[in-house]
């Protein structure tokens, strides 16, 4: 298990953990939680001993290895799938020793090892590792110069899941990816066989991919048993409780200081006064919870215009006479809120070039209203801003007739108070800067605003805040994103891009998620079969009470999950005199999980034949 214990940390004087403590215990999936700058990397740094803490301790397991993604993988000339291969280094040294190896004692023990690792099966598990993050069977044997950074990044992130280290620790690792990836990786990890430790503003991937929350906050660190929702509850909770006592207290320490005012000057009072000053002094203050300043976005609003606002007939666009997307009968009104959905190289980037007036069409018809005002933005231009220029500088280049006071309440509608509005692009935090962009974006008062994943580097706060503020725009609304709950949230309409071509996709995301997961891994092409009978009204019945039982026996495993969690979770277990009392707990920890991907699968199947009946 990982203990920490009584840990302090500070960073140019400021300190970001004070006697913080917590105890992890083996095979858990834990997020880690808390504002920007709060210190979750920092954290990570401590546990993999990158750099040392000021007081306190942080042990693991001995022996136990530790994985994470410091960085991208370099572009050379090595290609993918042997880049990822590399990263088990026990592997990677027992091959090559196997090449060369004479005595026949040594080449036995080479290859029973090399079985006991189940290394050769390791290419397909590499592989199949690399294509559910989005590389297919070609792009795996290219080397990894042909790669820009964040697909690099991804590289980095197959090779350490492949190594599957005793300690994963990821941060925010769904930030190069797209959907299609995110939801890949909620369902690795849930079936990860060691302890997980994630840093993640994404409510989706933290509830379906982590049994408990470390909530970094007040320089404390609490460990929370369940998903994200059951800690946003449990706070909220706690929040109340404290807010109510607090308020009581206030009450009191009024009565008390209204007796004392009162009576002091009266000789016949007086000792009673002085004994409620004392009771005043030795009254603990409880403080209501104090919230930090709540970010917040405030988009101007767009004058309205005639629907619709983009029409498009039998457009057909792309690169140096190269088609992307063809054929498109597009119509965009000002109330839309659209999410483009489909893998990354399908076109939803080309797509929204086309309709920014970033890219002319090459055949059709594409028309839109003359006022037309569009707001743009995409997470590399949070890159390119001026990083030698404070905010308001950046702001008075785009409106120097502005006066100051005005720039920075702009500023201040997206988070962005007096400090921030001085402080150097380079020196402020990933959040800062998306704040900055978005704020640029939404400056003209755009009628469409295209947002190609806007939630990268903001807490989940600030996403919170996006969303209202997306709910509130009169304009219209475009989104690429790999945030599950931002679409859901805010979009009414879903485009799918594939194939060249750009569909209306008909039922819901959760659909459109159980379609990529459950979607044959294979891809290849299935032999056509002659049309099975219907299904009879008794057989159906049957299918339904089957898809019943199994979605009633998850949901008791994952109760006891939920009970065992918080069992383990408690640090009473660990002592040292309490002897081995946490091993049959870990081990029935264990058990239920294989229990519950069995099933899950037996859960899923019975769904899909269930669906096929009903077709």
């Not at 090399?114 to 297919?136: C, M, P, Q, V, W």
């Not at 807010?243 to 009673?272: I, P």
Request: charged share 30%; glycine share 6%.
């Amino acid at each position: 298990m990982l203990r920490i214990n009584d840990l302090n940390y500070a960073i140019e004087g400021k300190p970001l953990f004070e006697a913080a403590s917590a105890t992890i215990p083996t095979g858990h999936k834990v997020g880690l939680i808390g504002r920007n700058g709060a210190g979750k990397t920092t954290l990570f740094n401590l546990i993999r001993g990158d750099i040392p803490s000021e007081h306190g301790t942080i042990t693991l397991p001995a022996r136990a290895r530790i994985g994470g993604v410091s960085q991208e993988v370099p572009g050379n000339e090595v290609s993918l799938i042997d880049t990822v291969l590399a990263a088990d280094t026990e592997r990677a040294e027992l091959m090559a020793e196997s090449q060369s190896a004479t005595d026949a004692h040594r080449i036995a023990d080479i290859h029973t090892r090399l079985a006991d690792i189940d290394a050769y099966s390791a290419e397909a598990r590499a592989s199949s590792i690399l294509k559910g993050l989005g590389f297919d069977a070609a792009e795996q044997k290219q080397p990894c110069s042909d790669f820009s950074g964040g697909w690099r990044m991804r590289v980095a992130l197959a090779a350490v899941l492949f190594s599957e280290p005793d300690y994963l620790l990821l941060d925010e690792p769904t930030n190069y990816l797209d959907l299609e990836g995110s939801l890949w990786l909620e369902a690795y990890l849930v079936k990860y066989p060691h302890t997980v430790l994630i840093i993640s503003h994404d409510r989706e991937l933290l509830n379906r991919s982590v049994g408990a929350i470390l909530h970094l906050e007040g320089k404390k660190l609490t460990l929370y048993s369940g998903p994200y929702d059951q800690f946003a509850r449990q706070r909220a909770s706690q929040r109340e409780v404290q807010a109510a006592a607090a308020k009581k207290q206030d009450l009191q320490r009024a009565h008390l200081q209204s007796f004392v005012d009162r009576f002091k000057a009266k000789a016949s009072k007086a000792k009673q006064a002085q004994s409620r000053v004392k009771m005043l002094e030795k009254m603990e203050t409880i403080r209501a919870p104090e919230d930090a300043a709540r970010t917040v976005f405030s988009f101007p609003e767009p004058e309205e215009l005639s629907p619709p606002i983009i029409s498009t007939e039998g457009v057909s666009v792309g690169y140096d006479g190269t088609v992307i997307l063809r054929d498109l009968n597009l119509r965009i009104d000002q109330d839309d809120r659209i999410a483009l959905l489909g893998k990354n190289g399908q076109g939803k980037s080309t797509l929204a070039k086309l309709l920014s007036g970033r890219l002319e069409p090459m055949a059709g018809q594409f028309s839109s209203s003359r006022k037309l005002r569009i707001g743009f933005f995409a997470q590399h231009q949070v890159d390119e801003l001026y990083v030698d220029e404070t905010p308001l500088q950046h702001l008075f280049r785009e409106r120097p007739n502005e006066g100051q006071a005005r720039l920075r309440a702009r500023l201040a509608g997206f988070g962005l108070g007096a400090d921030q509005a001085e402080t150097e692009v380079g020196r402020l935090s990933g959040g800062q800067k998306a704040r900055l962009s978005l704020l640029l974006a939404t400056l003209p008062a755009p009628h469409l605003l295209i947002l190609d994943e806007p939630t990268n580097h903001l807490d989940i706060e600030s996403r919170e805040a996006l969303v209202e503020a997306l709910t509130a725009y009169s304009g219209a609304v475009i989104l690429v994103s790999h945030d599950m709950h931002l679409l859901s949230m805010v979009a009414d309409r879903l485009w799918l891009v594939k194939d060249g071509n750009v569909s209306v996709w008909q039922e819901d995301l959760q659909a459109y998620r159980k379609d990529l997961l459950t979607k044959d891994a294979s891809d290849k092409p299935k032999k056509i079969k002659a049309a099975p009978k219907k299904a009879s009204r008794d057989q159906l019945l049957a299918m339904r009470s089957d898809v019943r039982k199994c979605e009633e026996r998850v949901n008791k495993l994952n109760d006891m999950r939920d009970k065992l969690a918080k069992k383990l979770a408690d640090p009473a277990l660990y002592d040292e005199d309490a002897g081995n009392k946490a091993e049959p707990w870990q081990r029935k920890y264990s058990e239920v999980m294989n229990a519950i991907d069995r099933a899950d699968g037996m859960w899923m199947k019975a769904l899909e034949k269930l669906e096929k009946a009903e077709k």
